[in-house]
């Protein structure tokens, strides 16, 4: 089955510099989403379609990809950031939801 | 303001059967497509079922496949996740997620999910 992999952690100081990167087959044909998610709260979407910012994202979260490879930067990375990630995508029919493992991101 | 409210989680024998319900609001419900995530306890995200605006389209992951069916009620704004014979590995809390706009397979709302435990 398709899988989508994200390192299992990042740490980075306040006011530093977060990336977060998730390496699949298909992520050259299909957009990919990236959801942030506090203990105990469902995920909230930060990046779709690859790099679109939805409102009411601080513009510290961006997203970008390369082949087959995506990745989520926080910049200016602040307490209240610290989270899991996950990456999230298709497979390469466009058919199924296919999640990364997560990322956890600490802050320092 | 979009608002999806899930119900019907609890605690159910291996093998048994549960109905969620996911209510929405605040969007035409009848024009997205719609989901279900589980997440179980400290695990990651793992998509379970997706189903077009007219029901047309279904799709289901591997580990459900053959015991879960996803169902939608546009008149009464409700998307359905009918589970059976039911496992261990089912425990999770369940989100109901709406499709985002814009093509691509991606969830731009989520609500706060609905508990479900397989045990005897």
């Known amino acids: 089955s398709y899988e989508l992999t994200q390192p299992p952690s990042v740490s980075v100081s306040p006011g530093q510099t977060a990336r977060i990167t998730c390496s699949g087959d298909?992520?050259?044909?299909?957009?990919a989403y990236w959801y942030q998610q506090k203990p105990g709260q469902a995920p909230v979407l930060v990046i779709y379609?690859?790099?679109e910012r939805p409102s009411g994202i601080p513009e510290r979260f961006s997203g970008s990809s390369s082949g087959t490879t995506v990745t989520l930067t926080i910049s200016g990375v602040q307490a209240e950031d610290e989270a899991d990630y996950y990456c999230?995508?298709?497979?390469?029919?466009?058919?199924?939801?296919?999640f990364g493992g997560g990322t956890k991101l600490t802050v320092l | 303001e979009v608002q999806l409210v899930e119900s019907g989680g609890g605690l159910v024998k291996p093998g048994g059967s549960l109905r969620l319900s996911c209510a929405a609001s605040?969007?035409?419900?009848?024009?997205?497509?719609m989901n279900w995530v589980r997440q179980a306890p400290g695990k990651g995200l793992e998509w379970v079922s997706s189903?077009?605006?007219?029901?047309?389209?279904?799709y289901y992951a591997d580990s459900v496949k053959g015991r879960f069916t996803i169902s939608r009620d546009n008149a009464k704004n409700s998307l359905y996740l009918q589970m059976n014979s039911l496992r261990a590995e089912d425990t999770a809390v369940y989100y109901c997620?709406?499709?985002?706009?814009?093509?691509?397979?991606?969830?731009?709302?989520w609500g706060q999910g609905t508990l479900v435990t397989v045990s005897s």
């Open positions: 605040g969007f035409t419900f009848s024009s997205y497509s």
């Open positions: 999230q995508s298709a497979d390469s029919s466009g058919t199924y939801g296919v």
């Open positions: 379609k690859d790099s």
């Open positions: 997620a709406r499709d985002s706009e814009g093509g691509g397979v991606g969830f731009d709302y």
């Open positions: 298909a992520l050259p044909k299909q957009y």
């Open positions: 189903i077009s605006s007219s029901s047309s389209y279904i």
